[in-house]
């Protein structure tokens, strides 16, 4: 499965739009790009996943570049609530292999 | 119940007793996984099973660690002789098979060993 890199850290207006972003320049072609969140003392949340669209669900909205070296997630109107640590994770279609966490991006989203 | 279901939600355990983790995946569900998340660190990779089969154990850091899931649905970790660099959050995850699918995490187990 292809590495992907996430910056540590990320602070947020409550109401404003959190833009996190993730590298994945060796995924190839078959493979989808998911985003799960942990919020503290919870297990890893699924969000959203893709392979070359955009995609858009109620929760979060995921741009995929057109070369798919990298994606942005997008909680249009984050809240505390939304205060979590953001997996991006690449994983080939209809692979029965795990998903494979790296550090994640710690949103913290402020009043 | 709706979710993946892990009990004990916490566990101290003295270091050198053998403790057992329980994981209720969600019904109909055919993968099951297992991790290890320590402190500050992402969850990492046990191991993986599909109905009853284990087909992936290579993320069991010893021969102390265990897992089981004979019927296909309840899976129990095993951990024995516990060490203290086995203090960590063990989750559960559960999924349907498919081309695309979502798993499903449970909150987890905090083990404490001292």
């Known amino acids: 499965d292809a590495k992907t890199t996430q910056p540590p850290s990320m602070d947020c207006a409550e109401g404003r739009a959190a833009n996190l972003p993730c590298n994945h320049s060796?995924?190839?072609?078959?493979?989808?790009v998911y985003w799960y969140r942990q919020i503290h003392s919870q297990g890893p949340q699924y969000i959203i996943h893709g392979l070359k669209n955009n995609e858009t669900n109620e929760m979060a909205s995921l741009i995929i570049t057109e070369d798919r070296k990298s994606s942005t997630l997008i909680l249009p109107h984050a809240t505390l609530r939304d205060t979590a640590v953001y997996y991006c994770i690449a994983l080939i279609s209809g692979s029965a292999r795990q998903l494979t966490f790296g550090s994640g991006t710690q949103l913290t989203v402020l009043p | 119940g709706a979710g993946v279901s892990q009990s004990p939600r916490y566990k101290v355990a003295k270091r050198g007793q053998d403790v057992a983790l329980r994981c209720d995946p969600i019904s109909g569900h055919v993968s099951l996984f297992w991790y290890q998340q320590a402190l500050g660190q992402g969850p990492e990779f046990l191991t993986y099973f599909q109905n009853e089969a284990q087909l992936d154990k290579s993320g069991l850091p010893s021969d102390r660690f265990f897992a089981e899931r004979p019927e296909g649905s309840v899976s129990t970790l095993k951990i024995q002789r516990t060490q203290q660099e086995d203090s960590a959050v063990y989750l559960c995850?559960?999924?349907?098979?498919?081309?695309?699918?979502?798993?499903?995490f449970g909150q987890g187990t905090r083990l404490t060993v001292v």
């Open positions: 995850a559960s999924r349907v098979q498919g081309v695309v699918t979502e798993a499903f």
């Open positions: 060796t995924i190839s072609g078959n493979e989808y």
